[in-house]
């Protein structure tokens, strides 16, 4: 992107956006803030339908999208570091990695093997395990030094049967193909930069088909993907669900009585159980997408 045609996507109540992911097939923006705690999501054309999925998370770092089961992946430093999984709209939410975790930088997705690849920014080394946290491997395992200085990886990438890493302290970008299940070899830097961050690799075969359960959604506001079947109606913050599921409301202050005769209080009204996401089930069954992020008009 050029820098003359930047705009702000959400500019308010923002803290550190850490984790970025865009979901291409049903025009959704995901991100988590590290100061905040959250994971948050929004429309890519309708920034105004900004939503919190997950509050009070402990310093939440990357994030992945598994888009054919509508699954979305994320590490935390906090505390107690740990890496979870929930649907894409906040549910189902579990905890898959709980152990043997630091710094948690970085995560990535081998979409066909269905693993998780992350690098700790404190051991200095990279891990791999199924989505349901078991078969857990190193993969790289770093030269230590005293508090292992040296080694700094920060972000992750998977393309081709290769992992690719880059290394805030060294300024580089690493790379190890994978020979098979257990085995990687060729481990090589094959970049060095005096800024180098992020890294995400772009190619259309890691924009597969998928079905678009939003395709025919009545939502008011913003649809997102439960799971392969169905999509749920989410609302903005300081909105509710109305009875069936489909439409959003302002909340409305609730007035409470008050021993002071002249002066009432005020709260936002807590939505009813049957304000709850519903799941339902899209018109077209078998409606598809193929989109690609068009890195020149900023759209899909």
């Not at 961050?197 to 190619?203: G, R, V």
Request: net charge positive.
């Amino acid at each position: 992107f050029a820098s003359d045609h930047r705009s702000v996507f959400v500019g308010e109540n923002v803290g550190t956006v850490d984790g970025l992911a865009i979901d291409w097939i049903h025009n959704l923006v995901y991100w988590t803030d590290y100061s905040n705690g959250t994971l948050e999501v929004a429309a890519v054309n309708r920034p105004s339908t900004r939503t919190i999925l997950i509050s009070e998370l402990d310093r939440p770092r990357a994030i992945s999208l598994y888009l054919e089961e509508s699954l979305m992946f994320w590490t935390q430093w906090g505390f107690i570091p740990k890496i979870e999984v929930a649907s894409q709209d906040g549910s189902d939410r579990r905890t898959i990695v709980s152990r043997g975790l630091i710094w948690p930088n970085g995560l990535t997705l081998d979409k066909k093997e269905k693993r998780l690849y992350w690098v700790d920014g404190k051991e200095g080394d990279v891990y791999s395990c199924y989505f349901d946290g078991s078969s857990r491997n190193r993969i790289v395992d770093m030269p230590k030094s005293i508090y292992n200085a040296h080694y700094k990886p920060f972000a992750i990438d998977y393309f081709d049967y290769t992992i690719y890493w880059s290394d805030r302290n060294l300024h580089s970008i690493f790379s190890k193909y994978k020979v098979s299940e257990k085995e990687f070899r060729m481990d090589r830097n094959i970049l060095h930069d005096s800024e180098i961050m992020a890294i995400k690799i772009m190619h259309f075969s890691k924009q597969p088909f998928s079905v678009n359960r939003c395709k025919s959604n009545k939502c008011s506001h913003l649809c997102l993907p439960h799971n392969e079947f169905c999509y749920v109606c989410i609302c903005p913050t300081n909105y509710r669900l109305t009875d069936h599921g489909k439409s959003c409301v302002a909340n409305k202050p609730a007035v409470k009585e008050n021993t002071t005769p002249w002066k009432l209080t005020t709260e936002f009204a807590v939505a009813s159980e049957t304000s709850k996401p519903i799941c339902h089930k899209p018109v077209m069954k078998d409606t598809k997408a193929n989109k690609h992020f068009n890195t020149e008009h900023k759209e899909l």
